[in-house]
T-cell receptor
Framework: DAGVIQSPRHEVTEMGQEVTLRCKPI?????LFWYRQTMMRGLELLIY????????DSGMPEDRFSAKMPNASFSTLKIQPSEPRDSAVYFC?????????????FGAGTRLSVL | EDQVTQSPEALRLQEGESSSLNCSYT??????LFWYRQDPGKGPEFLFT???AGEEKEKERLKATLTKKESFLHITAPKPEDSATYLC????????????FGAGTRLTVKP
């Protein structure tokens, strides 16, 4: 398996523009997680899907952020409008949720810079 | 609220100088404790999962141990390629299957 695939790897945009980050989870995994990583706050969970349904979005900073998972093989994280404080590395992770191990496997991340 | 504290924030070792990284946690029932390695510009890479106090796991020069309050990642005779940030995360027994991460320990191994 190719692992979790994120695109783009880097995104530079201007304040006020819409940004869409994409994620393809590992085939067969039923849980998907979006994280944000900054020097100040470390790795923070934004939202978590199970079987394509959002389970916990309490980490989404504000209404400018939205996430969708239209099917088991694709998810998006959208920021509209973007602000400079959104600059961070955004990671997607997937796992096979069951009663045993629930190991999350991470993608390479999208580095977002909002100017 | 679940909390994870890692120490030290940064650690510099000479090649071959063994040491340990600490992860202290507070969680309402531990489902699992996870160790990840993160290289610059990459996503976290899974290393170990520990489930119960007393459990130990090993992989090459790394050994992870778990007590009821903390976990240690022991690095024996490290090499420069072990340089990375090591992240600890906990998953609670009750609730969602999300994980809470610590801030990480940035390890540098000098040749």
């Amino acid at each position: 398996d190719a692992g979790v695939i994120q695109s783009p790897r880097h995104e530079v945009t201007e304040m006020g523009q819409e940004v869409t980050l994409r994620c393809k989870p590992i085939s067969g995994h039923n849980s998907l997680f979006w994280y944000r990583q900054t020097m100040m706050r470390g790795l923070e969970l934004l939202i978590y899907f199970n079987n394509n349904v959002p389970i916990d979005d309490s980490g989404m900073p504000e209404d400018r952020f939205s996430a969708k998972m239209p099917n088991a093989s694709f998810s998006t994280l959208k920021i509209q409008p973007s602000e400079p404080r959104d600059s961070a590395v955004y990671f997607c992770a997937s796992s096979l949720e069951d009663r045993g191990e629930n190991i999350q496997y991470f993608g390479a991340g999208t580095r977002l810079s909002v100017l | 609220e679940d909390q994870v504290t890692q120490s030290p924030e940064a650690l510099r070792l000479q090649e071959g100088e063994s040491s340990s990284l600490n992860c202290s946690y507070t969680v309402s029932g531990l489902r699992g404790l996870f160790w990840y390695r993160q290289d610059p510009g990459k996503g976290p890479e899974f290393l170990f999962t520990l489930y119960s106090a007393g459990e130990e796991k090993e992989k090459e020069r790394l050994k992870a141990t778990l007590t009821k309050k903390e976990s240690f990642l022991h690095i024996t005779a490290p090499k420069p390629e072990d340089s990375a940030t090591y992240l600890c995360a906990v998953q609670a027994e009750v609730g969602n299957n999300d994980m809470r991460f610590g801030a990480g320990t940035r390890l540098t191994v000098k040749p």
